[in-house]
């Protein structure tokens, strides 16, 4: 357990540096926005919110969005209030989703959880805490990386979005080559602590079979899944029922 906490700790200090140069993963979070559908929303769950970067691109989208972002390592959270700000659309709140969630019965009309499911010790308790917390017919989007995932092909998807904005190959080598330089004081520990955690025997990284058992056994419709960030992450929308029992395993499947 002090292993993992030194390892988001460090992770805090390099994940924005690296993630928020990479188009992929801008990509990934607009997805996540426009399947919550935010301008409709009116309050809405970041579960495992980091940094803020979600809530971040939320707030920009919405002006009558209120946003809860929770996260139990104090390093991300301090980053996170930096970068928002003073808002009072937004809460965040040091918790752990291996506990019950602090809210009521039914108080958010959505949630999102990128890329946060695969460290957590019961995954099908958070994920009925989740259904707990959601309005009938709302909206959970889960991003969570499958069985094996890997960097390559990520960057591989980063270098071809980049190719579509610069017409000549040797421009498009030249931004990357740039890019690997300015990024290298923070890639090489975000590659390592990558590494680390596809080896923690505590993370669960899930197959496809497998991600729709606990989805649909926790009480969820799937409206959507798919591979999305360089194919290295679920994408997962799923809804829950107006009807207990609609929500039964197998249902969304």
């Known amino acids: 357990m002090e292993v993992e906490k030194a390892l988001w700790k460090v992770y805090a200090t390099v994940y924005d540096g690296i993630l928020l140069r990479f188009l992929p993963y801008l990509t990934l979070l607009g997805r996540v926005k426009e399947a919550l559908g935010v301008k409709d929303r009116r309050r809405v769950l970041d579960a495992g919110c980091g940094t803020g970067n979600l809530i971040q691109s939320m707030i920009k989208s919405s002006v009558s969005i209120s946003i809860v972002g929770i996260d139990f390592d104090r390093a991300m959270l301090e980053r996170a209030r930096a970068k928002i700000g003073v808002n009072g659309r937004v809460t965040l709140r040091k918790g ?5 969630l602090p809210f009521a019965n039914e108080e958010f009309d959505g ?4 890329n946060v499911l695969y460290a957590l010790a019961d995954p099908s308790h958070f994920m009925k805490e989740c259904r707990r917390v959601l309005k009938a017919k709302g909206k959970m989007v889960l991003v969570t990386p ?10 591989w998807e980063h270098l071809q979005a980049l190719g579509q904005k610069q017409k000549y190959p040797l421009f498009r080598f030249f931004t990357l080559c740039c890019l690997m330089l300015q990024l290298s004081p923070s890639l090489v520990p975000f590659l390592f602590i990558n590494r680390i955690i596809q080896g923690q025997s505590s993370f669960t990284f899930f197959g496809e079979k497998e991600l729709i058992s606990l989805v649909t056994r926790c009480g969820f419709l799937i409206q959507k899944l798919e591979k999305a960030y360089g194919g290295q992450a679920w994408f997962l929308v799923c809804i829950k029922p107006a009807n207990a029992e609609d929500g039964i395993a197998g249902k969304g499947a």
């Open 111 to 114: 949630i999102a959880c990128v």
């Open 146 to 155: 499958p069985e094996q995932p890997k960097m390559g092909p990520v960057f």
């Open 96 to 100: 752990s989703l291996d506990h019950p």
